[in-house]
């Protein structure tokens, strides 16, 4: 398969999922992007179309950030970061957008150190 053909159909799965969730500023949408070196996590208010709060390996905030890659040990710690900042922020509960990518691996390592930290989603 061309990767013009993998993007394109990556854009439909990303489309696919966002037409059923929504973030609002009680629930914000915590939308979640990995690289091949690194992981993002934002906090979206869609009705304003504003980010709240975020957080990656690159955060200055995030601790032993020079350790931390793209994998499912590294997710584990900034799911359970991003956590923190979002309930330091007021957030309790989210709506989980995983971007397209299977629920399995560093996705399922994110929301569950994120779930251990407090969030509800």
């Not at 690159?58 to 799911?79: I, M, Q, W, Y």
């Amino acid at each position: 398969m061309r990767t013009e053909q993998k993007q394109k159909l990556a854009q439909l799965r990303r489309w696919r999922i966002r037409k059923k969730i929504s973030g609002t500023k009680e629930r914000p949408r915590m939308s979640v992007c990995f690289t091949n070196k690194n992981i993002y996590v934002q906090f979206i208010d869609d009705t304003v179309g504003a980010t709240i709060a975020a957080a990656s390996t690159l955060s200055k905030a995030t601790p032993d950030r020079d350790k931390l890659a793209a994998n499912a040990v590294s997710a584990k710690t900034v799911g359970t970061l991003a956590a923190q900042t979002a309930i330091g922020k007021g957030i309790k509960e989210v709506v989980f957008d995983r971007g397209g990518a299977r629920y399995h691996g560093k996705v399922k390592a994110l929301a569950d150190g994120a779930r251990e930290a407090g969030l509800k989603f």
